[in-house]
């Protein structure tokens, strides 16, 4: 992966990068038409396709694809931190508080264009949204390499009563 050798260089060595460290790496990739569709993949087993195209201890690389009105689940990357850039269409993200029931209870959400940077902190949760009729295609960095992620029902729907 040749369009990788300056990202993964950037990365090498570094056992807890910051989230500027991982963007400056993400900075160093020429995204061309050919890498995103050599790298992508369709929804198998979850709404979306995800492609882990790079991975050790300290870092996971994925390439997602939310299809046209798709969106991921409610979810958190553990104790990883994250990075993103948009490359087609643009994406909601939608981020959340856990309440006393560890319920997610929507705090903000946030148009993210293609060429934007979107970011994680430790045990943020959110969702992403492709709201458009064109696919959208984002790529990804987490480090360490993501373990303990969870997945988080709708509050609206967790708390239905009659
Ligand atoms: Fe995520």
Not at 21 to 43: M, N, Q, V, Y
Not at 65 to 71: C, I, K, Q, R, V
Not at 138 to 157: E, M, N
């Amino acid at each position: 992966m040749k369009e990788l050798e300056d990202f993964m260089r950037a990365l090498n060595g570094i056992e807890n990068p910051t989230i500027q460290e991982l963007k400056s790496a993400i900075e160093t990739i020429d995204f061309t038409d050919d890498f995103i569709s050599t790298h992508l993949t369709e929804p198998n087993e979850l709404p979306y396709g995800r492609n882990i195209i790079w991975v050790t201890d300290h870092i996971q690389a994925a390439i997602i694809h939310l299809p046209a009105y798709t969106e991921t689940f409610i979810h958190d990357h553990g104790d990883s931190v994250g990075c993103a850039l948009v490359l087609e269409g643009n994406l909601m993200n939608t981020i959340y508080r856990l309440d006393d029931q560890h319920l997610p209870r929507e705090v903000s959400r946030c148009l993210v264009n293609r060429n934007d940077f979107f970011y994680a902190t430790k045990y943020q949760v959110h969702k992403m949204s492709n709201l458009n009729l064109e696919r959208a295609i984002s790529f990804h960095v987490y480090s360490p390499s993501i373990h303990g992620a969870r997945t988080y029902k709708p509050a609206s729907k967790a708390v239905l009563t009659t």
